[in-house]
C-alpha cells in the first residue's frame, strides 16, 4: 500500500512538495493556515485538507513534510515527532542548537524518523563528486569552496547565511566526511539595518581541510559554484549553468629537486544520471520510513544549525 504524506504549509517551496509527491502517488493532505490558498491547492489536489495542524495530526497518514516559514518549524516539528509521527523538516531544521538537538532527542524516544530538507544531498552530481573525492581521484582533500550568489531573494526576517548556507554547509560536511571543527565568518549589512546581505565564512575539518562559504543576495548574475581542491587533481560543478558539468582537472603541483612544477593536462567531464533532486529527497523519505534514514538525518541537521549559529553569534560579535 502506497505511504500517504501530509505536507505543512502551501507557499512557494511547499507547493514544490505537493506537486512532487502528488505526481509521486504518496500525497495524502495538506495543511495551510489560510483557507483561500488551501481552498485553491485542493482543487488542483484531490486530498483531505487542514486550516489545523492539529487536525491532521488526527489522521492516520505515514509521515508529514513542513515547509512552512523557519521560525515555526520547532514547534510544529515537536508536536509531529511527540505523536511519535515521521517528518522532514524543511532547512534550516530549528533557529537553534538548542531545539534542533531537542528533536533529535525526540525522534529517537519516540523511534520516529526525523529527515531535513538539504536537498543539494540528493543531487545526482553531488552524490558523483562524493563518489570521485572517496575514490581518491583528487587524492587528499586539501580544500572546497562554494559560492551561492543572485539578485534576491532577499529576506527581512532572516540574513543571507540563514538563508542561502544551509545548502553549502550541509554539501561540504557530506564531501568532508565530518562537521566541521572551527569556524570564522564576516558579513556587511547594506539594505536593511539588522540583516547581513553578504557573508564570507571559513570552515576548519579534521586532518587540516579547510572550506569557505561566500554568499550574497547583492549580485548581478546567478551562481552556484563548487570547487574542491585535491592533491592529485580538481572537481568544479556550477550548478546554476545550464550544462549543469561536474569538470575533473588533472592539475596538480609536483617537486622535483625541490622545485615546485605545475602538472596540467585536458578538462574531463563527468558523465552523471540527471534527476530532480526534491523528487529523490522526497521518494527516499518515503522509502526509509519504517527503516533508518541515513542521509540528511536530524543529526546532521543539527550540525547544520550549529554552524549557522555559531556564524551568527561571530557576525553580531564583530558589530560590538
Known sequence: MMKKICVIGGGRWGQNHIRTLFELGNLGGIVESNPKRLEDLLSKYPVEGFTD??????????????????????????KILEKGKSVLVEKPMTLSTETSKELVELAKKNNAQLMVGHVLLFHPAIIKIKELIDS????????????????GTV????NVFWSFAPH??????????????SIESKGVKFLQKNVY???????????????????SWLHPFKEQRLVVIGSKGMISFEDSSPEKEIKFY???IEFEQGIPIKVENPIEIIPYEKAQPLTEELKYFVENLDKKIKVADGQSGYEVVKVLEKAQELLDKAER
Open 53 to 78: 495542524l492539529d487536525k491532521a495530526l488526527e489522521k492516520d497518514f505515514d509521515g508529514f513534510t513542513v515547509a512552512a516559514p523557519a521560525p515555526l518549524h520547532y514547534e510544529i516539528a515537536k
Open 136 to 151: 581518491g581521484k583528487i587524492g587528499d582533500l586539501y580544500y572546497l569552496y562554494s559560492t551561492r550568489l543572485n539578485l
Open 155 to 158: 529576506r527581512t526576517e532572516e
Open 168 to 181: 553549502d554547509i550541509s554539501v561540504l560536511d557530506y564531501f568532508v566526511g565530518h562537521a566541521s571543527e
Open 197 to 215: 546581505d553578504y557573508t564570507m565564512t571559513q570552515l576548519t575539518y579534521p586532518n587540516n581541510i579547510h572550506a569557505h562559504i561566500f554568499v
Open 250 to 252: 588533472d592539475k596538480h
